[in-house]
């Protein structure tokens, strides 16, 4: 069976390509390499043997969409193509909302003039903007405060009114928590461009002493140690729970929303503190203000993904921190 993987040269993407050719998928692959790197390609071959055909297209370019799936038989498709720095979508809301709205209104369209009607979407946990209760259920109050977690909103809103319109659509919206770690190979994983903004990619710059020294933003949260608290997700759990989500696609004709997290809410400092237990490495720190945007704690209940999906997480906390700093060693 075919399936096209949008954005699966990048983080996320490329380990779900290494999942689906290990399930005997056939994967076509469309990323414009924004945000990724061709060697990608190489690596996922390395690992399971199989190339994926490769499309360097921009999804905001229709007619080029419109040609692989005309030179293809696509059942199905993963969309994880977009652009993702929430701070940066605060800065350049625009080219936000054309990169990931154009391109999934382009995707949208012409899989329904192609009568493919199958699709796995990458979605987040901000939508749930600031929880007023823990752990998060899929079906709490959905917000968002920035760009780029308006798009995923936009996006989930565009997803369901399709689905009410055409119900031979199915559709799966997988809102994710805090994906860290890499492919055990070490030959995939995240690679942030400059300072980074996220905790696990800046922690690994600080124990390789690429930067000083981790900013903890903020320690007087109403949480077990005053700094936020997050649910954490090896990202070849998360990977997998793609599969789960494949297979559910492919079975059903409905819209869904599924948490994909572990249920477990992890501190900053705790994080720290297990980082450098398991590396055998120090992690200068220093605690500065409060990050604006930021909430106290986001922990998934992941109990519907595990009854619908059959999705349980089965790496911990230790296998994260440790092939995140692992992949780093690997790579530089
Ligand atoms: P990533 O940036 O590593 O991967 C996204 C890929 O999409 C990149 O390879 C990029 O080159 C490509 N892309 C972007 N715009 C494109 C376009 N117009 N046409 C073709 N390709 C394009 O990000 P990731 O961490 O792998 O995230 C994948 C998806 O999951 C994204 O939609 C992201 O918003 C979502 N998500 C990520 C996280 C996270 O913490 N990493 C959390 C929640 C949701
Ligand atoms: N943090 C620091 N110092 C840093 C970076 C982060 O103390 O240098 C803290 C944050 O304040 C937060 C925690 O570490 O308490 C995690 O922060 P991240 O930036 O790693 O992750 P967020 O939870 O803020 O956001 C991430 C993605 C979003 C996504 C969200 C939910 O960046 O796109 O997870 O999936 F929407």
Redesign the pocket.
């Known amino acids: 069976m075919q399936v096209l993987v ?10 779900t390509v290494v999942e689906l050719l290990e399930n005997n998928y056939e994967v076509i692959i ?7 790197k061709i060697d ?1 390609l190489d690596k996922i071959e390395k690992i399971t043997g199989k190339r994926p055909d490769f499309y360097p ?4 370019d229709k007619e080029l969409l419109k040609k692989v799936f005309m030179q293809h038989k696509i059942e199905a498709v993963i ?6 720095a929430v701070g940066e979508s605060v800065q350049k809301p625009l080219l936000y909302y054309h ?2 709205l ?2 999934t209104l382009n995707l949208l369209e012409v899989m329904k003039e192609i009568d493919c009607k199958k699709l796995v979407f ?5 939508v749930y903007g600031s929880p007023k209760e823990l752990p998060i259920k899929e079906d709490f109050p959905l917000s968002t405060t920035n760009p ?1 977690g308006s ?2 909103l936009f996006i989930e809103y565009m997803l369901k009114d399709l689905y009410q319109s055409d119900p031979t659509w199915s559709i799966a919206i997988l ?6 770690g890499a492919h055990p190979s070490y030959l995939l994983g ?1 690679n942030p461009n400059g300072i980074p903004n ?1 905790l696990m990619p800046y922690i690994v710059k600080v124990a390789s002493k690429e930067l000083d020294h981790l900013n903890i933003f903020g320690s007087d949260y109403p949480t077990k140690d005053g700094t936020g608290v997050r649910d954490y997700i090896h ?1 070849v759990d998360l990977a997998k729970g793609h599969i789960k989500a494949l297979e559910k696609v492919l079975s059903t004709n409905k819209v869904d929303c599924y948490n994909l997290g572990t249920g477990i809410g992890y501190s900053v400092l705790e994080m720290v503190e297990l980082f450098k237990k398991v590396n055998q490495v120090d992690v200068p720190y220093q605690i500065v203000e409060r990050r604006a945007g930021d909430i106290a704690e986001c922990y998934a209940d992941p109990t519907y993904a595990q009854k619908e999906l059959g999705f349980t997480a089965e790496k911990n906390l230790e296998d994260m921190v440790r092939d995140s700093y692992q992949y780093f060693l690997h790579n530089q």
């Open positions: 949008t954005g699966g040269m990048g983080y996320i993407g490329s380990h469309i990323d414009n390499l924004v945000n990724s990608v297209y921009d999804l905001c969309h994880f193509a977009g652009l993702k990169n990931n154009i391109s990458s979605s987040s946990a901000t780029y798009t995923k809102r994710y928590f805090n994906p860290i995240e996220n990202v």
